[in-house]
């Protein structure tokens, strides 16, 4: 368990559907005020992603503003960039500044390549599911 720092965690939620599904925002903002009560972070608002299909702006924005928090909490971790080697940005820019990645859906954190490692067999283990097109970078690393 990781305790409270002083800059708290932001809530990451969506306006379009996740993964196939819709989520109105207030329950998602519930699922992320729990997740955090749960794990003892400290919750500050969610940044709102814009509904348009492939837009990352606030996802950008929080990735701009990582000195001022402690990390994310995402709603799920689908609503990460559909190809891996976004995704893998993403990734990148929270660690190297020893910033963390919650997902609330799936109850787990990112703090170390191993742990997304574990998020990245999630997404393979999603597109054999369901019926999604195969990101082919995705099957090279099979």
């Given at each position: 368990m990781h305790k409270n720092t002083s800059l708290g965690y932001r809530g990451y939620i969506a306006s379009l559907p996740i993964n196939g599904s819709r989520a109105p925002q207030h329950i998602q903002n519930l699922v992320i005020r729990n997740y955090a009560e749960?794990?003892?972070?400290?919750?500050?608002l969610s940044a709102t992603e814009f509904?348009?299909?492939g837009c990352f702006l606030a996802l950008d924005g929080l990735i701009n503003d990582l000195k001022t928090i402690d990390g994310v909490i995402l709603y799920?971790?689908?609503?990460?960039?559909?190809?891996?080697?976004?995704?893998q940005k993403v990734y990148d820019a929270f660690?190297?500044?020893?910033k963390s990645i919650h997902v609330a859906t799936e109850n787990f954190s990112m703090f170390t390549d191993e742990d997304v490692a574990y998020a990245e067999d999630i997404w393979k283990i999603s597109y054999v599911m369901i019926d999604q097109p195969i990101d082919l970078n995705l099957l090279r690393t099979l």
């Open positions: 749960r794990h003892e972070l400290q919750f500050r509904a348009v299909p799920s971790l689908f609503m990460l960039p559909s190809e891996a080697d976004s995704r660690l190297s500044m020893g």
